[in-house]
């Protein structure tokens, strides 16, 4: 199994898979998959390929799920070796997707494959879910393949997302939910006029000030055993015509929540709202939800994941909701408990992306152990 894990790394790291192509990836995987009894359907859209692979039809259902896309290498010249010629040195192989994330899904095969060899009657069901479009725009991938399981009732218990997770050593961390993440479009209008007659014009910068530090300094919840507090930063403001002598008619002011399960997407749009009002601002507003959050408590794969990484590596893993968002925040639609557990992400989408060989193999290793312990007959 571990030869086998890095084996499958190198071979995908060798198709340059940039967003959203798929340059081969997927039709490699199927035909692994398809020969150990794997049902193949791609769920394509646009320019983006998915894979959705099941094998069994009873419950529980545990799926793998991640992308074959990477970013763009950058500047070539700044690499050691070519990113899409494997290279092994010291103990890492480096190359464009090592770690983000071809190196987990190439983990993902290899412990499948000694699964079924040592158990081809296992309980309940194994499927893979596999999108070109994670690093991208994320529009025609993961969720295009959720929106078509759903749309047949087909629901997963249990899904493993293989996003780099660990933080300074393997199996040091773990993550079982992300925040959500609101942004808003806020424009407060006033009235221009020449700077030299404010009485005759209204500042949206000065109307907009007291409602601003009153948002910042707004405590929106106090988070909860899995997720620190919600946060609000303004990310763009602008106003004015550029000249230096004319009071601006309106004030454009971009914001984002990165948001916990202690807060719900309504509850916040009425409280800004009601800030604005209590300021007697004359403003529109517009909201775009980019992520839910979703949670993962202790407890079935939160459990089995811990005791499989603790088996290998001998870390108790931390749960954490840090970070960005994942494609978890599609599948959790339609997922009972998910969880993203992965490679050290030190080098990810970096100069020189890397993992080490000895991860690769441990890795192999936590998702068998979590077939075992969640699958075993």
Not at 6 to 19: G, H, M
Not at 67 to 82: I, K, N, R
Not at 104 to 126: R, T
Not at 168 to 191: A, C, P, Y
Request: with cysteine.
């Amino acid at each position: 199994m571990p030869s086998k894990a890095l084996e499958y790394t190198r071979e995908l790291v060798s198709l340059r898979s940039l967003t959203p192509q798929d340059a081969g990836c997927q039709t490699w995987l199927a035909e692994k998959l398809g020969a150990l009894g794997f049902v193949i359907e791609s769920v394509n859209s646009g320019d983006v390929i998915n894979l959705w692979a099941r094998r069994g039809d009873s419950a529980p259902l545990l799926c793998f799920a991640g992308h074959t896309d990477v970013v763009p290498p950058g500047p070539l010249e700044q690499w050691t070796s070519d990113p899409f010629t494997p290279a092994e040195r010291e103990g890492q192989l480096y190359g464009r997707g090592t770690a983000d994330m071809k190196g987990s899904i190439a983990a993902f095969l290899a412990a499948v494959e000694g699964f079924l060899a040592a158990n081809p009657g296992h309980a309940g069901s194994i499927s893979w879910l596999i999108t070109s479009d994670e690093e991208g725009p994320a529009v025609d991938g993961t969720v295009k393949v959720v929106e078509r399981l759903a749309a047949r009732n087909e629901l997963i218990d249990y899904c493993i997302v293989g996003e780099p997770t660990c933080v300074d050593r393997f199996g040091d961390m773990m993550k079982n939910g992300r925040r959500g993440s609101l942004h808003g479009r806020l424009r407060v209008n006033g009235i221009q006029a020449h700077i030299a007659y404010p009485h005759l014009g209204k500042n949206p910068i000065h109307l907009a000030a007291p409602a601003i530090a009153e948002l910042a300094a707004t405590e929106w919840d106090a988070g909860n055993e899995y997720f620190p507090p919600t946060t609000w930063q303004i990310s763009n403001m602008h106003s004015g015509t550029g000249a230096m002598n004319v009071i601006p008619g309106h004030a454009d002011i971009a914001f984002n929540f990165r948001f916990s399960t202690a807060s719900t997407v309504e509850g916040l749009q009425q409280r800004v709202c009601a800030i604005l009002e209590r300021h007697h601002l004359d403003y529109e507003i517009t909201w775009e939800l980019g992520a839910k959050p979703f949670l993962t408590p202790r407890g079935g794969l939160v459990d089995a994941l811990a005791g499989a990484i603790k088996e290998v590596t001998g870390i108790e893993a931390e749960l954490s909701t840090t970070g960005g968002t994942s494609d978890g925040r599609f599948i959790a639609d339609i997922a009972r408990e998910v969880v993203e557990f992965g490679p050290i992400n030190a080098s990810i989408h970096k100069i020189d992306e890397n993992v080490g060989i000895d991860e690769l193999e441990k890795l192999a290793q936590v998702y068998r152990g979590v077939l075992e312990r969640l699958l075993h007959a």
